[in-house]
Structure formats: structure tokens, C-alpha cells
């Protein structure tokens, strides 16, 4: 199954993207393999650091090198991917300012929907920033549930436990970009995320 060639979008007027980024993945996967998924924010400016882009690219060095300060032994996004992890953007098209405006959050989580749907086995979910958790929180509202990720700093609310559809979400912050190297603290946080993730799938 390539995710690419199930889903799509055609909406071209929503606030502070570029769609000149616009990307879903491109990879070739089998759903019953993935017991993970991994949301960040929104695809990058260059399409040649996403995740699947290949070359070393920055989504994947940061990425990767996140899976190995959790212990896990990887070198690629490929390595990742083995471990039954699916990696994806909550917006699909890059983003042109410093945030994501909440409409637009709350129109890609449509697809964002439609995406996890694909992986009814998902037994974890690491939301990667404040987009992936109110990504997760407007797909549960939308099925008249209550929000999945309570309102508050993530460093405050991350150690509880919460569910979606059935499976663990984990509130963490930020792995796919440059500022992952600048922040150890927040790097740190992520990689107990991660770790806790992978444990519970038994990847740990």
C-alpha cells in the first residue's frame, strides 16, 4: 500500500501554507506491520527533507538520530519504518509562518483521519507538537468524543496516560527540524516519549 495513491486533497486556499509543499507519504507499507505512528507538524519548505525524501534528508537525520537517543538501533528512515513505525505531517502542505493557523489544523485533520484510518492495528501514537495534538483532539471531537490530549504545556500534561482509538497517544514536542539539536531538554523528553512508545509495542 503506498498512502500517496489513497489519499489526496484539493483544497487549495487554506491559511498560511505554501502548497507548492504539499506531500503525503510516499512509501510502500503494510498496514498490519505498523503498530506505531509518528505525527509531526507539517511537511517542510523543501520537499527534499521529508521524511521519505531519501539523501540524508534533515526530517530523517533528526528523526533518526531522535529513535537513537531512545535506544533504538537505527540509521535510516528505513531502519525507523522496521521497527512498525509510520511517519507523517498532521498538515500536509509547508507552512509559511512560525505556527499553523487553527482552521487550517482543523481542515487537514480531515485527511490526517482518512490517513490513520489505513492503520486500524496502530497501538501507539507519538504527537510531535502542539499541530499533531489538536490534529488528534478535532479528529476525536468529530466523532462527538471528548478531546484526547487535555488543554496545557505539554512538559506539564506528557507522563499520563491517554487513549486513541484504542491505542496510547503520547503529547511530545517537535523532532522533525533543525531546532531538535538546539533544545536538549525538549530532546531529551522526546526520546523518553519514543522509548516508552517502542516498549510498549515490544520494540523497546
Same mark, same amino acid.
Given at each position: 500500500?503506498?498512502?500517496?495513491?489513497?489519499? /489526496?486533497?484539493?483544497?487549495?486556499?487554506?491559511?498560511?501554507?505554501?502548497?507548492?509543499? *504539499?506531500?503525503?507519504?510516499? $512509501?510502500?507499507?503494510?498496514?498490519?506491520?505498523? /503498530?506505531?505512528?509518528?505525527? /509531526? @507538524?507539517?511537511?517542510?519548505?523543501?520537499?527534499?527533507?521529508?521524511?521519505?525524501?531519501?539523501?540524508?534528508?534533515?526530517?530523517?537525520?533528526?528523526?533518526?538520530?531522535? +529513535?537513537?537517543?531512545?535506544?533504538?538501533?537505527? @540509521?535510516?528512515?528505513?531502519?525507523?519504518?522496521?521497527?512498525?513505525?509510520? $511517519?507523517?505531517?498532521?498538515?500536509?502542505?509547508?507552512? %509559511?509562518?512560525?505556527?499553523?493557523? %487553527?482552521?487550517?489544523?482543523? @481542515?487537514?485533520?480531515?485527511?490526517?483521519?482518512?490517513?490513520?484510518?489505513? +492503520?486500524?492495528?496502530?497501538?501507539? *501514537?507519538?504527537?510531535?507538537?502542539?499541530?499533531?495534538?489538536? /490534529?488528534?483532539?478535532?479528529?476525536?471531537?468529530?466523532?462527538?468524543?471528548?478531546?484526547?490530549?487535555?488543554?496545557?504545556? %505539554?512538559?506539564?500534561?506528557?507522563?499520563?496516560? *491517554?487513549?486513541?482509538?484504542?491505542?496510547?497517544?503520547?503529547?511530545?514536542?517537535?523532532?522533525?527540524?533543525?531546532? +531538535?539539536?538546539? @533544545?536538549? %531538554?525538549?530532546?531529551?523528553?522526546?526520546?523518553?516519549?519514543?522509548?516508552?512508545? $517502542?516498549?510498549?509495542?515490544?520494540?523497546?
Amino acid at each position: 500500500m503506498r498512502p500517496c495513491d489513497l489519499l /489526496s486533497c484539493d483544497r487549495v486556499s487554506c491559511a498560511g501554507i505554501r502548497r507548492e509543499g *504539499y506531500a503525503i507519504p510516499d $512509501l510502500d507499507v503494510r498496514p498490519d506491520e505498523i /503498530s506505531i505512528i509518528l505525527i /509531526s @507538524e507539517s511537511s517542510p519548505p523543501d520537499p527534499a527533507d521529508g521524511y521519505y525524501a531519501g539523501g540524508d534528508s534533515l526530517f530523517e537525520k533528526t528523526t533518526v538520530q531522535a +529513535f537513537r537517543d531512545a535506544g533504538a538501533r537505527v @540509521e535510516t528512515i528505513g531502519d525507523v519504518v522496521g521497527l512498525g513505525v509510520y $511517519l507523517t505531517a498532521a498538515v500536509k502542505c509547508a507552512k %509559511t509562518g512560525y505556527g499553523v493557523e %487553527t482552521a487550517t489544523i482543523k @481542515e487537514c485533520s480531515a485527511l490526517l483521519e482518512r490517513e490513520l484510518d489505513l +492503520f486500524p492495528g496502530a497501538r501507539a *501514537y507519538l504527537l510531535m507538537g502542539d499541530v499533531a495534538i489538536r /490534529s488528534i483532539n478535532f479528529i476525536a471531537a468529530r466523532a462527538g468524543e471528548p478531546r484526547v490530549i487535555p488543554a496545557g504545556s %505539554t512538559y506539564k500534561i506528557r507522563g499520563a496516560e *491517554y487513549w486513541f482509538r484504542g491505542g496510547r497517544a503520547f503529547p511530545s514536542y517537535l523532532q522533525a527540524g533543525p531546532s +531538535f539539536f538546539i @533544545e536538549k %531538554t525538549k530532546r531529551a523528553m522526546i526520546a523518553q516519549d519514543i522509548a516508552a512508545a $517502542l516498549a510498549l509495542t515490544g520494540r523497546g
